[in-house]
């Protein structure tokens, strides 16, 4: 919000905004449209460019899509459906958002006891996550979501509580830890805190688990770039060559190239933190596809993400944080919207 303020502030003629709303609420969301629309009464341009289809049509006079780096068409936003965006965006029709989830959650893999971070961020969660699972964690911004990620992950200090990995007691008290624990971690920004921009795919792919491209200590580069290769086909991550800078690919080959980086690691459980923040709908389909072939192998996942949607479309169960405490675990099947902004709000 201090952002747009002071692009607002220069009293400037065009403003341009990437991805605005990324970390916004509704409520914030709002506020922003009605600066924008009291602007353009002024006669400011806006240049604003979002992957959520909604708010381009809501707040759109005319739409222009990109397709890999092209441009395919700029049209009336009145003249264009939700379903025709898509359609340009990914060059083909997308009959659904959200593929279907065949596999069922089976036994325990994750049980978490009265959980609590060491500083007064979060306390007392309590859940189950079985394999198979996808549970999705939803809250406004703010309510320590990515908090309850960073403790499960060894980033963020543990406080009261316990965590059960296959009915065995663990203590993930470091990243390393967490890692041979059998975690993986996709952080909520990938270009602060996800990637190296400046080295290449291979390097970002590998970077993780090293030990397995060694040998006699020294590392395997024809091993590295076999599992690299293979990685980057069943990613269909879209470069050049792995020696490109993953700095130069768009947001959804950067997410995939962190995602594959992690399945290197051969992970049981994955804590995935808006893994779908800034990418197309495109990207988002494929990223939704390898989520539940991996729920078909018996893999758990834990998704924090901000689009409502989403995660009713793909998760098992959600659970709803409100500020700092468990508002309620639901069914993702039967629970609805509203349902879930009310636990939302519940402690606030």
Not at 10 to 27: F, G, H, Q, R, W
Not at 210 to 224: T, V
Not at 241 to 247: M, P, R
């Amino acid at each position: 919000m201090i952002e747009i303020a002071k692009a607002v502030s220069y009293d400037a003629k065009v403003i341009v905004m990437d991805e605005p709303t990324s970390s916004l609420t509704e409520n914030e969301v709002d506020h922003l449209f009605q600066i924008i629309d009291k602007l353009k009464k002024e006669n400011t341009s806006f240049i604003y460019i979002s992957h959520k289809m909604e708010e381009i049509k809501r707040i759109s006079d005319d739409i222009t899509i990109m397709r890999d780096g092209k441009w395919i068409a700029t049209e009336p936003a009145t003249e264009l459906t939700t379903d025709s965006i898509i359609k340009m965006m990914v060059g083909r029709e997308l009959k659904e958002r959200y593929p279907q989830k065949s596999t069922k959650p089976g036994d325990i893999l994750l049980k978490v006891q009265k959980l609590s971070s060491l500083t007064p961020a979060f306390r007392e969660i309590d859940f189950e996550l079985h394999r198979g699972e996808i549970l999705g964690i939803s809250g406004l911004v703010g309510s320590k979501r990515t908090e309850v990620l960073e403790t499960l992950f060894g980033i963020r200090a543990k406080g009261e509580g316990q965590v059960f990995l296959r009915g065995k007691q663990i203590v993930n008290s470091t990243p390393i830890k967490a890692m041979k624990n059998g975690f993986a971690m996709l952080t909520e920004e990938r270009r602060e805190d996800g990637i190296f921009s400046d080295l290449s795919i291979s390097f970002n792919m590998t970077i993780t688990n090293l030990d397995q491209y060694s040998k006699r200590f020294l590392l395997s580069d024809s091993l590295m770039k076999d599992r690299v290769s293979s990685m980057m086909k069943t990613m269909n991550v879209k470069a050049p060559s792995a020696k490109t800078k993953i700095g130069n690919l768009s947001g959804g080959n950067q997410q995939k190239v962190i995602l594959g980086r992690w399945l290197l690691t051969n992970p049981d459980v994955l804590l995935l933190d808006e893994p779908t923040r800034g990418i197309d709908v495109g990207a988002k389909y494929e990223i939704y596809q390898l989520m539940n072939q991996l729920a078909a192998q018996g893999k758990g996942m834990i998704v924090v993400s901000s689009e409502m949607p989403e995660l009713l479309g793909i998760c098992d169960h959600i659970l709803v944080m409100s500020n700092g405490r468990q508002a309620g675990i639901f069914d993702a099947k039967e629970v609805t919207q509203v349902q879930i902004m009310e636990a939302s709000a519940k402690y606030i």
